[in-house]
């Protein structure tokens, strides 16, 4: 199994439980967006999507830039890669456990039939 650091991924997996962070990153695959715009979108203040903004560039999912007043938010440098990957080698585990206890019951099946 890969493993990564533990910290990275809690604040990827702890910024992506909110739908509203989930939400300012599907907004932000289709185009880059000022926090303005993005409150907007929310219906929220801007103090609310500053903090929904900061956790998600504390775990690299945006990254902002300041440019005069406007801060500027676009996907950030992560793009899920090691949470892919550690969900990934899960996935792996869980369907080999599977597939042996399908084998386990289809024999229990089997012996079955023959009695």
């Not at 989930?22 to 993005?38: H, K, Y």
């Not at 938010?73 to 990957?85: D, N």
Request: with cysteine; charged share 30%; proline share 1%.
């Amino acid at each position: 199994m890969v493993h990564h650091s533990s910290a990275r991924l809690d604040a990827s997996f702890a910024a992506l439980s909110d739908a509203t962070r989930r939400g300012v990153l599907e907004q932000l695959g289709r185009a880059d967006a000022s926090i303005t715009e993005l409150a907007e979108k929310f219906h929220m203040t801007l103090t609310g999507m500053k903090k929904h903004v900061g956790v998600l560039e504390r775990a690299g999912l945006v990254a902002t830039e300041k440019v005069g007043r406007v801060r500027t938010c676009k996907l950030g440098p992560s793009r899920l890669s090691a949470e892919t990957a550690w969900i990934e080698g899960y996935r792996q585990l869980w369907s080999s456990r599977f597939e042996e206890l399908d084998k386990i019951i289809e024999e229990l099946k089997r012996k079955e039939n023959v009695r």
